[in-house]
């Protein structure tokens, strides 16, 4: 006995003096943490030289970037943890109900992410201090933590920033804010690659980074998680208590405990008298947040938010004369790093067994979300993004549910069929249901930090049911599987159109040569109906040899199913000889990036078109738009952005001239006001009417909160369709859009309606601030003005807002594939 106690008393000991010798980051990079930014690839390095030299601590790769750049999450506990590390993480996850087994785990998991935000890089640096600490000084708390970090979330965007900022910074660095290292080009280090923020995608998971990090996260579900931030340069730090709104899901504890752990870093702070703040201006209600994501799946999320971002550099002197340094930011984020694991060490026990008693949803009011499978590539898209979350999910038994009506607003029954969709709250995940499917989230305080109104019905575009009785379902298992067969003596192919799998499918129809047509009047043939846009393929528009089979293998990968018919004559509608039917061409297709766009709207443009349509765009700068010859193109997309440099007098003459000449032109959101009051375009903005009274007198204090009613911080609007058009093609009569602005336009008098909001319109979920909803209702939401043979297509509202307003993306495929595409260039 003695023999063996003397063998482990000896091991620990080596443990303690390799982690003693563990060389700390800046013996390792050869320079301090703060003298200069490190790339993403010596921060990786730091870390497997580390997990190579310690045993308690485990690097794992979880993915790859879009620019193929790691990504890694870092283990650290103590030896014996780790040498568990696998029941622990089972034991953790049999207290959700996730899997059965042993659910007496007593080990608190603090996961902290760094870096979400490219160019908020003090993260980064600050992980690596916060990893050196933890295995040299702080080893006490891991006897009963797993610390989990994530070094950077976002590495492609921090390299786009390091790499800027090392080119043009000055030596030594520059501390005034005029200087050029101060003042980050377009897009800017924040975003990814596609320019897509991820601290907004962690529930829609659109991008690689977020669908690689949420497998890993919920293979984890750690108790606590921090997303380490930056904000402007003069700024105090922000830790929790998070502001007001809380989402109504958010326990009690959650609430307390995120005030003990901003306690704990106030200790800290105050002895160094450091400034900060908590409590204000970041909320906890939009669910796809690094902080609110893991509340919702029954963690402690939190943000902090260190002075500094995109401006800051090494080192910038703020408004009252401070020097902010790189070192500072690191060293503040180092500090509530180790402080949340501290005081989660401490309350270990407490941390699992309220985290615990989060999983229990039996008392949600909505026991059952029943959505109708009126389209399977709707169904299937919604499908993977529960998948993506591991949200179980059944199909109906045939019958009728009483409950809330989406599609009405209204309490009413409800006939559901055996192939619809139904999603029970009472699930490990069952509070992440509620806040995703809920008709309206509950608004506690209309000053919030983004949108207010996401609920995935309306986004996916289903007619759907919240029931407070569970409705009867069983295990779904549709698993059905297509494959055509080759029709040597078929006159033309038919493919339906009404998703957005239709338009992938035609875009690659077109780039392999094969020429479709599409209808504008429904048909009947053979005893079948086909609607508006439906895609005639004609033998006698592809003569290649090989048309047959290289159709029927696009048809079969894209999961689309053909109508093979012997005769161009149909029972009832336009024959296929009809100029009703007509031929879609190669679409060339360019859109405007760079300085006045906005980079969000810009990237989600370039990640529709390049991943979900695949098809091929080209990019234009904005300093070199007004020279561009436009008849090299098609189509043109103008993203939201401001453009009074861009869209000059000479330039706007100019797109008109192409426009009348057989061009498209989508212009999208903000974008509009380039067009809007213009005597040459139709387009016309909707005028507040004016207070009666001019003199302010509104109180300072309440200024900010009356200055909302101006605005419609993202609510949902039930609009009205011309599905006739073929704009609207593939759509019901009604659609919900997200409105993200409280600028509003008149009908368009010479054009066309074809989405509009009439005169009953009021928003359905979400805030809509008093004075702005009324200019609403009698306004447009996509428009189509004509100018000789081609048009202008207007789109108020962003039908591609962050990839996750699923059922607005057709209407961008149908401007660019469905309008003047046979007109003659």
Sequence with gaps: MKTKLFFISALLSIGSICSQNIKAPSEFLGYEIGSRFTRHHKVVDYFKYVSENLSNVKLEKYGETNEHRPLYVSYISSQKNMDALENIRKENLAQTGIIDGNSSNKKAIVWLSYNVHGNEASGTEAAMLTLYELVTKKKQWLENTIVIIDPCINPDGRDR???????????????????????????????????FDLNRDWAWASQVESQQRIKIYNKWMPHIHVD?????????????????????????????????????????????GWLYFTKESFDLLYPSYGDTYPTFMGAIGMTYEQAGHGRAGLGIKTDEGEILSLKDRALHHM??????????????????????????????????????????????????????????YETAKAGTVKGYVYNTQKENKFNI?????????????????????????????????????????????FNAIASKTKVNSV????????????????????????????????????????VPRFTEKAFTIDGKSFD?????????????????????????????????????????????????????????IAVLSGEGTSSLSFGEIWHFFETQLQYPITTINSNRFGALNFSNYD????????????????????????????????????????????????????????????????????????????????????????????????????????????????????????????????????????????????????????????SI???????????????????????VFLLNSDTLK
């Design 635 to 790: 189509v043109i997309i103008i993203p939201n952005g401001y453009y009074s440099g861009v869209l000059t007098s000479s330039t706007l003459k100019k797109l008109k001239t192409w426009i009348g000449s057989g061009g498209t032109l989508i212009a999208i959101g903000s974008a509009l006001n380039s067009f809007a009051d213009k005597k040459e375009f139709a387009l016309k903005k909707k005028k507040s009417k004016k207070d009666s009274v001019k003199t302010n007198l509104t109180p300072y204090a309440e200024r900010e909160r009356k200055s909302v009613a101006n605005l419609i911080t993202g609510s949902i609007f039930k609009s009205k369709i011309d599905n006739t058009h073929p704009l609207g093609f593939g759509y019901d009569n009604e659609y919900f859009s997200l409105k993200l602005s409280g600028t509003s336009y008149k009908y368009l008098k010479d054009g066309n309606n074809v989405a509009y909001f009439d005169k009953s319109t009021k928003n359905v979920s979400g805030y809509a601030g008093s004075k702005a909803i009324k200019n609403v209702p009698e306004s447009l939401l996509f428009g189509e003005e004509r100018i000789g043979r081609g």
């Design 475 to 514: 295990t779904d298992s549709n698993k059905n599987s297509i494959s055509n067969s080759i029709d040597t003596s078929a006159y033309a192919y038919i493919s339906r159109w009404n998703s957005l799998d239709d338009a992938t499918f035609l875009g690659d129809l077109l780039q392999h040569q094969i």
């Design 532 to 588: 508006r846009g439906t895609l005639i393929i004609l033998r006698n528009d592809n003569k290649h040899t090989d048309f047959d089979e290289k159709l029927i293998r696009i048809a079969n990968k894209h999961h689309r199913i053909l109508t093979s018919v012997s005769t161009g004559f149909v029972n009832s509608g336009a024959d296929f000889g009809s100029y009703s039917v007509k031929p879609i061409n190669t679409q060339k």
């Design 417 to 461: 069929s055996a192939k619809d969709l139904v999603i029970h709250s009472n699930q490990p995940k069952g509070k992440m249901v509620k806040v995703l499917f809920e008709p309206n989230a509950n608004l506690i305080d209309s000053l919030t930090y983004d949108i207010t109104a996401w609920s995935l019905p309306y986004a996916h575009g």
């Design 228 to 272: 380490f931030h930056e904000q402007g340069i003069n700024s105090p730090y922000y830790f929790a208590p998070a502001a007001e709104p809380f989402h109504e899901i958010i326990s009690d504890w959650q609430r307390d405990f995120q005030t003990q752990i901003g306690k704990n870093h106030a200790k800290y702070f105050d002895k160094e």
């Design 793 to 815: 297509i207007y789109m108020v509202d962003n039908p591609l807002f962050r990839s996750f307003w699923e059922n607005g993306k057709l209407f961008v495929a149908n401007a």
């Design 335 to 392: 500090t509530t790093g180790l402080s949340t694991v501290e005081i989660s060490s401490k309350n270990a026990e407490k941390l699992n067994s309220e985290f615990k008693n989060f999983f229990d949803n039996k008392n949600l009011i909505y026991k059952s979300y029943v959505l109708k499978n009126d389209n399977e590539d709707k169904m299937n898209r919604l499908k993977r993004l529960l998948d993506m979350h591991e949200i179980n």
């Design 161 to 195: 920033y390091v790499n800027w900022y090392n080119q043009v910074k000055s030596t030594p660095y520059n501390v005034s804010q005029d200087a050029k290292e101060h003042d980050e080009p377009w897009p800017s280090g924040r975003p990814n690659h596609y320019l």
